[in-house]
């Protein structure tokens, strides 16, 4: 992956954002696959330009978090990650990250001495941990019903 500097939206990049997403999804044809868009040029000429919806779904997504303030990096699914690249998507510490690798939870490669790891394990990692959190919030709250504590 190339390197990546986080920067914050602006306040008003943020506003900017939350508004486009807004007005590009309230536009988008989700029956059809490919959707055609108007774009106006420095000179004020209007091109259409053919884009997949699913690229349309993406870019609501960008502007979205872009809106909320955070930044957005998007990663190719074939995209291999340092470890500490790996540890940033997880939100934990690299120590951390390599004894997930070293205990065999996520699978890796060595490129010469260094680990690589493959976006979609890391990916399908968090997924399955975000899977188990829901399962375990689940059974707490039918617990919760369970002894009338109203939650």
Known sequence: MNSFKATL???EEAAIAKISSQKLSAFIET???IQPL???DSNGA???VNM?????H???NV???LGDGNTVRIVPIHAELTTQEGADLLNISRPTFIKLLDDGVIPFSY???RRKVKFVDVHGYREAIEAKRMVTLNELSELDQELGLGY
């Not at 997949?52 to 349309?56: E, F, N």
Request: aromatic share 0%; no cysteine; proline share 8%.
């Open 111 to 113: 490129s010469g001495n």
């Open 52 to 56: 997949p919806v699913s690229a349309l």
């Open 31 to 33: 029956t059809e696959k």
């Open 46 to 48: 209007s091109h259409t």
């Open 9 to 11: 939206p602006t306040a």
């Open 63 to 65: 502007l979205t978090e």
């Open 38 to 40: 108007s774009i106006i």
């Open 58 to 60: 993406l870019l609501i």
